[in-house]
């Protein structure tokens, strides 16, 4: 069964950092590309970051360029996003997912307020 589980959500002040982690099982998490999306209230799915197979390419959404990080260890079979400077506009739920979407995990709340 393939499960992908996220955590490291919680509340945190502007200019804070938080590391999210997704565990990943049920799949060879090595084949796999690993994203990550976030969702607003009210809001739709908004892409923030991928890495390839074996991390040799890695991309970001322009709003958090500079300030995400996207890394994984495949012998954890898990995917990090270090996220710093973080600003209340990230606010959201943070979701990982595998490949092109097929499988979604149930999502993690980032929470940035003062």
């Known amino acids: 069964q393939v499960q992908l589980v996220e955590s490291g959500g919680g509340l945190v002040q502007p200019g804070g950092s938080l590391r999210l982690s997704c565990a990943a099982s049920g799949f060879t998490f090595s084949r796999y590309r690993m994203n990550w999306y976030r969702q607003r209230p009210g809001q739709g799915r908004e892409f923030v970051a991928y890495i390839t197979r074996e991390g040799e390419t890695v991309d970001y959404a322009a709003s958090v360029l500079g300030r995400f990080t996207i890394s994984r260890n495949n012998a954890r079979n898990t995917v990090y996003l270090q996220m710093n400077s973080l600003k209340p506009e990230d606010t959201a739920n943070y979701y990982c997912?595998?490949?092109?979407?097929?499988?979604w995990g149930q999502g993690t709340q980032v929470t940035v307020s003062s």
């Open positions: 997912s595998r490949g092109l979407g097929d499988y």
